[in-house]
């Protein structure tokens, strides 16, 4: 069968198929991207569930607008002004995930042979989804507190990219925070350059200390002339349920009704019933406290990471310890290779992700993320003994 042209553009990633050995006995897994489902708020979904089906069975089991359910676009723009956000209900849609806006801004911006801009590494599903429309993905690089401001400048001037994807908020794979003076400078650049820059945030609330700064977008209303050139995603995946599949867009008006346009061809709308339920969630005053609980959790489960790799590993692995997220995003020393090093720790029982794929080009062949989020305390003791072990 003749396929399309575009499939030439991307492979099958590298992690589904390490994926295939998570099955065996006895596995300990850092290297899933869940949360961990023990933390969902059942409790809360289940009464938001009844509210909405009991009260409104209508409207949530019906077709509904592309653009997003009345109710779900008022909370997430509520939601969003208590992040320091003002937007108005039309001025978000609500996509399915915010794996779906990811792919409406490349369906609506990307042509084929078009640059875009990622930090190096990003999320690998990103690099993935912008190639499936031809895009030149090129990598900036980044340290702990995010993307470097002057690469990321030059590399602009050089290339002039159609947009720039970044993960503000302790990003997977890299589990960096930008810095707020960063923040400042790359929305300068934006509005001066003219440059879209496509902020992904859904790890943003998962802070382990003290909260993250204002997102880019909150922080263009100090800039002028940048807002226009910011786009935002926004998820409920890791603050709720990643199930309810609950995501949404904030962008400039004329590029909304382009995504808006393209969503229609691709599902329509959003589930009317996991919009509502997330909507009325959001209205019964339970979504802190459930996040609190979260970042504990997470917050203690890092700890005991940085101190175990300390312990097991020593000089043989660097890292930043995490300020948020699920993620360590770490480097072995001395010139080992990470995959084969994941080869190893699998046949010690023990699962991470080499970090080679998520770079759209020039890997670091000594990288690898660990995820903390699924695997309680014990686990991870246990877990990185094995490492330590394997090397
Ligand atoms: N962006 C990043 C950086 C992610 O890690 C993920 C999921 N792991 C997504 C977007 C997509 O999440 P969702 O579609 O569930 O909102």
Known sequence: MQFADRLQNVETSAIRELFKLLGKPGIISFAGGFPDPSLFDVEGIREATAAVLRDTPGPVLQYGATEGYGPAREQL????????????????????????????????????GDKVIVEAPTFLATIQCFRLYGAHVIGAPIDADGVLVEPLERLIAEHRPKLVYL???????????????????????????????????????????????????????????????????????????????????????????????????????????TQATAAHYLTLNRLEGALDQVRKVYAERARVMAARLRAELGDAITFDAPKGGMFFWARLTGGRDAS????????????????????????DLSTLRLSFATADVAKIEEGIARLGQAL
């Open 167 to 273: 993960i503000p908020n302790f990003g997977n794979p890299h589990g960096a925070m930008l810095s707020l003076e960063r923040r400042r400078r790359i929305l300068e650049i934006a509005a001066r350059t003219g440059t879209l820059v496509v902020e992904d945030d859904p790890y943003g609330e998962l802070y382990f200390d003290q909260p993250a700064p204002p997102s880019l977008l909150a922080l263009s209303a100090q800039v002028p002339g940048s807002r226009e050139w910011l786009a935002h995603c926004g998820s409920m995946s890791k603050i709720l349920s990643p199930g309810l599949r609950v995501g949404w867009l904030i962008a400039q008006p004329a590029l909304l009704a382009n995504a808006t346009m393209c969503k229609q061809f691709s599902d329509a709308h959003t589930s009317n019933l």
């Open 77 to 112: 723009a509520r939601f969003m002004a208590g992040k320091g956000v003002q937007v108005a209900p039309e001025g978000l849609i609500v996509t399915t995930g915010s794996q779906q806006a990811l792919d409406l801004i490349g369906k609506t911006m990307i042509s084929p």
């Open 340 to 363: 084969a090093f994941a080869q190893r720790a699998i046949e010690k029982l023990v699962a991470f992700v080499p970090g080679a794929p998520f770079f759209a080009h020039d890997p």
